[in-house]
């Protein structure tokens, strides 16, 4: 079972990436992706539930960042208006579980490697 994170780099604030992460081994019934930056814990940006397509963000990524799915068992963080604040790791991850509180990051068997995301002003 395994997770890969991709997309991330150097970008100017206001600008766009796109983060993938393909899943090889399983399908989960949730993803999300999280963050962290340095002295802060892994925090919540968003996760879709597989099977309905359900989507859920952070706070402070609604209305900029959009989570999204294809057939290929491939999810997709669309990050737009980006702000330095939104600067940091990004990690992808994957459950099996339903009943729990997936904005957690302790809800999650599985993770990505990680990509960075530099945002600069």
């Known amino acids: 079972v395994q997770l890969q994170a991709s997309g991330g780099g150097l970008v100017q604030a206001g600008g766009s990436l796109k983060l993938s992460c393909a899943a090889s081994?399983?399908?989960?019934?949730?993803y999300a992706w999280f963050r962290q930056t340095p002295g802060k814990e892994r925090e919540f940006v968003g996760r879709?539930?597989?099977?309905?397509?359900?989507r859920y963000y952070g706070d402070y990524v609604k209305g900029r960042f959009t989570i999204s799915r294809n057939a290929k068992n491939t999810v997709y963080l669309q990050m737009n208006s980006l702000k330095p604040e939104d600067t940091g790791v990004y990690y992808c991850?994957?459950?099996?579980?339903?009943?729990?509180?997936?904005?957690?990051?302790?809800?999650?068997?599985?993770w990505g490697q990680g990509t960075q995301v530099t945002v600069s002003s």
């Open positions: 879709i539930f597989w099977n309905t397509g359900s």
């Open positions: 081994g399983l399908t989960f019934s949730n």
């Open positions: 991850a994957g459950t099996l579980r339903s009943m729990t509180d997936l904005d957690d990051w302790s809800a999650y068997e599985y």
